[in-house]
């Protein structure tokens, strides 16, 4: 039995050996138009932010924004909803350190939080954890338009997320008055001279039109990103057209996965996901890739995190494009459509985290990686017991074979 394994392995190590140099799936990086002022301008050395030491990493493609920073093209989410009440954010906090190791671990360079989803001791225990280097690595928080003090929230997130700068920072959402949210945009920007952000962004502002137009009038330093619900249920075709044509700001999908509304279960994404040998969910983000958006999708279990992120060794063709493209429902698709006026969005109440710094905490969330996987080979076949760089073989315990790379 182990020989005819064995024998087995080999022919698939052989085929995606031949396959790796004859075929490459790998999107390739593209700019944006270069019209914004680059973080740190107000210092002489770039300020915190300097040190940042953005790569491609497992295939996933970066892009330039409008300041010129390179940002990786797919993330995770980090929210935990069920999570959030008060009585469980230990809990929550250490569920999400797990992801952000198990993501880092699995090829991951962006993680996306928000200082609303009350787990950023856990994003920041988790990066600390992972053995990458904070430089290495996008780390995007997001603050609410309409708090009364942002200068202090700013703090608050840098605190919690044990780090010096962030790669992002997003208004939350565009609630409160238009003065409060452009009055957060100055402390934005004012960080963002400093060096302790790299990029701006806003986050649900289709949604309420005239703060969009607001910012846009007044900000001295406009948006690098803008995010938005998307998914190939809801496309949302004319937010895109705003925000990427018209302003040649980068389009960012929450809930690209969109279980609300089933799409991994549409029957175009079901027979193109049984072409592929690939999942309904890896061709929904393989969808999102190809067309210039930047998936954040998220996943508590280190199986699926590494699942989403192996979208880079097949492509979709023109026509299967089109197919998916054709199942856009516009605004009947979408999951959430979040109404926003001058009332505000809640007030942020901090949290302590009691965690100790446990140096196993890389091996014990990659062992939960191996299970899934049942075994990992390299390509001279041998089982080993960790993700090595290259390519490795997966075995999955469904018995299906992946090729995935470790860069």
């Known amino acids: 039995m182990k020989t005819r394994l064995f024998g087995m ?24 138009e270069v019209t914004q002022p680059a973080p740190g301008g107000n210092t002489t050395d770039g300020g915190p932010q300097a040190v940042s030491n953005i790569k491609s990493v497992a295939g996933v493609p970066l892009v330039r924004l409008n300041n010129g920073v390179m940002m990786p093209r797919f993330g995770l989410g980090t929210q ?17 350190r797990g992801m952000v190791i198990a993501a880092l671990q699995s090829g991951y360079r962006h993680l996306d939080d928000a200082m609303f989803y009350y787990n950023e001791r856990g994003a920041g225990w988790g990066i600390r954890e992972s053995g ?3 430089e290495e690595i996008w780390v995007t928080s997001k603050i609410s ?32 008055t238009l003065a409060d949210i452009l009055a ?68 960012e999908c929450w809930y690209p996965l969109n279980h609300n509304r089933n ?59 089109e197919a998916i493209r054709a199942i856009d429902r516009g605004d009947a698709g979408r999951s959430f459509r979040l109404g ?13 985290y009691n965690h100790t710094f446990t140096p196993s905490a890389i091996e014990s969330v990659q062992s939960s990686i191996n299970d899934g996987m049942s075994q990992i080979y390299t390509l001279d076949g041998r089982q080993v017991s960790t993700l090595q760089k290259g390519i490795n073989i997966t075995r999955m315990k469904n018995g299906t074979t992946k090729k995935v790379i470790m860069k």
Request: proline content about 4%.
């Open 80 to 96: 935990v909803q069920s999570m959030e009440n008060a009585s469980r954010r230990q809990e929550l906090n250490e569920t999400v």
């Open 184 to 251: 957060c945009w100055r402390v934005m920007e004012k960080e963002y001279k400093a060096g302790r952000i790299r990029a701006l962004g806003i986050s649900n502002f289709d949604n309420r039109m005239e703060a969009f137009n607001y910012i846009m009038e007044n900000a001295e330093i406009k948006p690098q990103i803008a995010q938005i619900e998307c998914h190939p249920l809801a496309q949302r075709k004319d937010a895109r057209q705003l925000y990427a044509e018209n302003y040649d700001v980068q389009v």
């Open 9 to 32: 392995l080999a022919a698939v190590l052989l085929s995606v050996s031949a396959s790796a140099q004859s075929e490459d799936y790998a999107l390739a990086n593209f700019d944006h």
């Open 340 to 352: 926003y006026g001058n009332n505000g969005f809640g007030n942020f109440q901090d949290y302590t």
């Open 145 to 176: 338009g309409n708090l009364a003090d942002a200068q202090n929230a700013f703090n608050g997130m840098l605190e919690r997320l044990q780090v010096d700068y962030l790669d992002l920072v997003y208004i939350h959402h565009p609630a409160g």
């Open 263 to 321: 799409d991994p279960n549409n029957t175009t994404i079901q027979q193109i996901a049984q072409a592929h040998g690939k999942t309904a969910y890896q061709i929904i983000l393989r969808w999102h890739m190809q067309e210039g958006l930047c998936p954040v999708p998220g996943s508590t279990n280190p199986d699926h995190i590494l699942e989403n992120i192996s979208i880079f060794d097949f492509a979709l063709t023109d026509a299967e494009m």
């Open 132 to 134: 990458v280097p904070r």
